[in-house]
């Protein structure tokens, strides 16, 4: 009786340590990521926690106003996207600025996060969606939006001189029929992150970081051959028909418009290079397809990923969550795809098509990118403006100490270039929905099928859906 | 002779009437109407007649989803012998069992969302099980479990077991304890051994348990979502490899906002649990009159 006691204590014992083996892993950030072509760059919140708070708000300035004819009491509903509670403060200054500068506005502000798209479905099914809508120009739901004739088409109604303050690159982004619909707001940089031991072990220089794409596969194995990791390299699973644009120089659509060709040899070079390094074992199979981009992140900032491609913005994250690699932290320019572009937009601000109030829902968006809100943001967070007039601020040409800020003084010059070069996808989300599953048969499963099948059987089923 | 009509029971029905009619039947009638139309939530349906049904019949993922869901049944089972085997386990009298039975129902009580979290980072590359087989020595490189294709569903099952062990045990547990200790006795006095104390008595006593955690798992199991939803990161796994009716469902909805074609998944997936239902209601039925 005893020794069944005891196997029964045992066994019990057992169960109860395999029950309860996982209690003591961590949970990852919930904070969604907004991602870039050819990297990624999360909300301005998504890392701002140990962000300085704000100095003394800014006085108004007649001079801001610059959106005529403003309607008499107008009350205009804004949404923005991962910015509370972080940056309350800043934008609760900014409106009451906006509201002494354009009195016969309120404005009724309300930030939403990992529910943003949802919410923002449901209440322009209800009839009830905000007048100002903060959207991600990197997610591509400007032009998604914009395509489904529920938002204001800007190029009409903005006054010249007011769209000359942008740089021509981000406001003419997301364009439908060649009419933009969005005023560019903050903006990110892609900077890849690396891990200096790591690199050390693979008797690598993090100075000497491959310039273009085509140097991931030889870093990578490497990396695998003397360090004994493997890469952390995402794709950008939300928008790989934009990241066969930016990466691999690729043509996705006809001039007409009415054939896919993301099949031509350009596109198979570029699937063939992951799959290449999928089948010699150098990357994170599951952080190449996830949608999470915390997944990569929080790899990089646990010390086992050689390198990571995300915003400086997020070098916060990796400064909170260890310490000792923040020490040993070295940033590189992401290298350039085939395009030679080096990226695209990160984040804007949209009107609705049907407001009662578009001019001032206008001056508010307006209000939000113009280059003295921008530089203020700038100020407390690694993000930068979308208009050459906020970079002759001498904030942006003074050295910074922290790494996280080290790209200051040359974001101006990079953030001029940026163009969206990816021409109008009709019916994206579903293409993209085919381009996933034609990459993941080329790179996973026992049988892959060759990068040129699957992406040729990919365009003929896009094609049908043209029909 | 004539009945007086009386409004009042009426009126105390009213509001639970209103808040079905609200909140089960007009969503019901909503999702119908809806599987017959193209809509993508934030502009007005399109009337399409029979499409979403035509389409979802030639739809390749909808059958993947349809046999992964129905490959996900094998839980049940599973789930049964498990949890009556620790039922067993705890109902000795021992010291701190009390303590055993608590912890074993933390699952339970944990949210699915931490809980699939957690395997997923058990599951990573460089997580708990491969740091694991790697200081053993069993494996060199390691294993990328849950971007193996074979591998996502029956990582997910595995979840659904361990999670639901512990909830289920509790009911088989008060099953065990209404047993009449005489029926022991008694097996024991033929000579039947533990095991076949248990085959010939606690079997047979806990069959009405049995039929309502075999019925409940397996609805359950049809509608699955939140462990493949966790564990692959939102994709349903590479090559679909997870993806079981509800989450191809939530994912024609939500993620290609095809909420027309999603409401016809949903009603397919309706008439598929209604059977099950019926089974249910007639293995109840069978039950009682065996009584």
Redesign the interface.
């Known amino acids: 009786v005893k020794l069944k006691r005891t196997l029964t204590m045992a066994l019990a014992t057992s169960l109860l340590f395999v029950a309860c083996s996982s209690s003591a892993t961590p949970t990852p950030s919930s904070a969604p990521a907004a991602t870039t072509p050819a990297t990624s760059t999360a909300p301005a919140s998504a890392a701002a926690s140990t962000a300085p708070a704000s100095a003394a708000p800014l006085a108004a300035d007649p001079a801001e106003a610059v959106i005529p004819n403003v309607e008499a009491n107008a009350e205009i509903h804004f949404w923005t996207f991962y910015l509370s509670p972080t940056f309350d403060n800043y934008i609760k200054a900014t409106i009451a600025r906006f509201q002494q500068t354009y009195p016969t506005v309120k404005v009724d502000w309300e930030d939403h996060q990992g529910t943003f798209k949802d919410d923002l479905n449901s209440a322009f099914a209800a009839g009830n969606a905000p007048d100002v809508i903060n959207l991600s120009v990197s997610e591509g739901w400007v032009s998604e939006y914009a395509s489904k004739g529920l938002l204001l088409n800007l190029d009409d109604k903005v006054p010249q001189a007011v769209k000359d303050i942008y740089f021509p690159g981000l406001w003419k982004e997301q364009l439908i029929d060649g009419k933009n619909y969005q005023f560019p707001w903050y903006q990110g940089l892609n900077v890849e992150l690396i891990n200096k031991r790591l690199f050390a072990k693979a008797g690598l220089d993090p100075a000497a970081f491959p310039k273009t794409i085509d140097g991931l596969p030889q870093l990578c194995q490497t990396l695998k051959d003397k360090a004994g990791t493997v890469c952390d390299i995402r794709l950008t699973v939300s928008d790989l028909i934009a990241q066969m644009v930016y990466e691999g120089g690729v043509k996705p659509i006809s001039d007409d418009g009415k054939t896919f060709t993301f099949d031509s040899p350009e596109a198979v070079a570029w699937l063939q290079m992951y799959v290449d390094m999928v089948k010699a074992g150098t990357v994170d199979n599951t952080t190449l397809t996830t949608t999470d981009d915390r997944t990569g992140l929080l790899l990089f900032s646990a010390g086992q990923a050689p390198f990571y491609a995300t915003g400086p913005n997020l070098i916060r994250d990796v400064k909170s969550n260890n310490a000792e690699l923040y020490a040993d932290l070295a940033t590189a320019p992401a290298p350039l795809g085939k395009s030679g572009v080096t990226g695209k937009g990160l984040m804007s601000i949209s009107v609705k098509g049907d407001t009662k109030f578009p001019n001032a829902s206008m001056a508010l968006a307006q209000y939000f990118t113009n280059p003295r809100s921008m530089v203020e943001f700038a100020k407390i967070v690694s993000v930068y403006p979308s208009s050459a007039e906020a970079f002759k601020d001498p904030f942006f040409s003074t050295a910074a100490s922290a790494i996280e800020d080290s790209a200051r003084p040359l974001a101006g010059g990079i953030i001029s270039t940026y163009a969206d070069i990816v021409p109008t996808i009709p019916k994206k989300a579903d293409v993209n929905d085919i381009v996933l599953k034609a990459i993941e048969s080329a790179l996973f499963g026992d049988n892959p099928v060759s990068a040129q099948q699957a992406l040729t059987d990919a365009v003929a089923k896009a094609n049908a859906l043209l029909k | 002779m004539t009945r007086r009509f009386r409004a009042t029971p009426y009126l105390f029905l009213l509001p639970a009437v209103a808040l079905i009619g609200v909140f089960v039947v007009y969503p019901i009638i909503a999702v119908v109407y809806y599987s017959f139309t193209d809509y993508?939530?934030?502009?007005p349906p399109v009337w399409v007649g029979f499409d979403n049904y035509v389409q979802l019949f030639a739809d390749k993922t909808f059958w993947l989803a349809l046999t992964h869901s129905f490959i996900y049944l094998i839980v049940t089972p599973i789930l049964i012998i498990l949890s009556i085997a620790?039922a067993i386990?705890?109902n000795?009298k021992?010291r701190g069992?009390h303590i055993?039975r608590a912890?074993?129902f933390?699952?339970a009580v944990s949210g699915s969302i931490?809980?699939g979290?957690?395997?997923r980072?058990?599951f990573?590359?460089?997580?708990?099980i491969n740091s694991v087989l790697q200081s053993l020595g069993i494996i060199h490189?390691p294993i990328?479990w849950?971007?193996?294709?074979?591998l996502v569903l029956p990582i997910a099952m595995l979840l659904t077991i361990?999670a639901g062990i512990?909830y289920y045990s509790v009911i088989f547990l008060a099953g065990l304890q209404n047993i009449p200790e005489e029926l022991y006795d008694a097996a024991l006095i033929d000579g039947c051994n533990d095991l076949q104390k248990h085959w010939h008595v606690s079997l047979p006593g806990l069959r009405p348990q049995i039929v309502f955690v075999g019925v409940i798992s397996s609805l359950a199991a049809l509608k699955v979502f939140d462990e493949i939803y966790v564990l692959t990161?939102?994709?349903g796994g590479?090559?679909?490899s997870g993806v079981t009716m509800v989450f191809y469902l939530w994912r024609q909805a939500?993620?290609?906002?095809h909420a027309g074609y999603a409401a016809a998944i949903a009603i397919t997936l309706l008439a598929i649990t209604l059977v099950f239902s019926m089974v249910n209601v007639r293995l109840l039925e069978r039950q009682e009159a065996d009584r």
């Open positions: 993508d939530i934030v502009r620790l386990v705890v000795r021992l069992i055993f912890l074993y933390v699952p931490a809980i979290l957690s395997w980072f058990l990573d590359r460089t997580g708990f490189d990328q849950l971007s193996t294709p074979s361990w512990g990161g939102t994709t590479v090559l679909d939500f993620r290609l906002e």
